[in-house]
């Protein structure tokens, strides 16, 4: 991504969603009010252990990013998380979009830094298959897909996906008409 295409990137999140850097688990924190949460697997089981089980966790993904992005662009962002500050290398890499400091601490050896890095492409269904996979074994993380107005943001984690909306009828819908996948803890998690 060009200099230019970062900081209007960087510009169009934080109009969208100011005083929140683009880390899923933040979002929740800050935006609960457009949130809802989906399990992968039903009873809220974690971790798919057959092929069967990887085919609902990939559906359920599927078929959320569907409604979410059907006929648009997407932007997919993903992370890399590290202990050292800002390196130019990293900027090297295609799709570079920014670094983030997302655990401060005095002692520089417990600082994290997460470093993202974005693609956009035209959203079909199980264009990211391979990386929800990935996901959902825990292998990877810190994934979000948004639309090119950063409007919606789906976060997959390890057993479900955050799904940040437009406006709190928006949410309402969507969870809605996925209600079998909420989870039944009180607070949504």
């Not at 295409?5 to 850097?21: F, S, V």
């Not at 992005?69 to 390196?87: C, L």
């Not at 920014?98 to 417990?110: G, I």
């Not at 996901?135 to 799904?163: C, E, F, N, S």
Request: net charge negative.
């Amino acid at each position: 991504m060009s200099g230019d295409g970062q900081a209007d990137l960087t510009e169009l999140w934080r109009q969208r969603w100011p005083g929140c850097p683009p880390v899923g688990h933040r979002l929740r924190d800050l935006y609960r009010d457009v949130w809802v949460r989906f399990h992968s697997l039903p009873e809220s089981k974690r971790y798919a252990e057959d092929e069967n089980e990887y085919t609902v966790v990939l559906e359920r993904y599927n078929t959320v990013l569907d409604e979410l992005f059907a006929g648009a662009d997407v932007y997919v962002i993903t992370s890399f998380w590290t202990t050292e500050a800002e390196d130019p290398s990293y900027q090297a890499v295609a799709g570079y979009w920014q670094s983030l400091l997302v655990q401060d601490d005095p002692d520089p050896e417990f600082r994290t830094y997460c470093h993202l890095f974005t693609t956009r492409r035209p959203w079909q269904r199980g264009c990211i298959d391979e990386l929800l996979r990935d996901i959902a074994d825990d292998k990877t993380t810190g994934v979000l897909v948004t639309d090119t107005r950063m409007q919606r943001v789906h976060h997959p984690y390890d057993g479900g996906a955050d799904v940040f909306l437009a406006t709190p009828d928006e949410r309402d819908r969507l969870r809605d008409r996925h209600a079998d996948w909420l989870s039944r803890h009180p607070l949504g998690l």
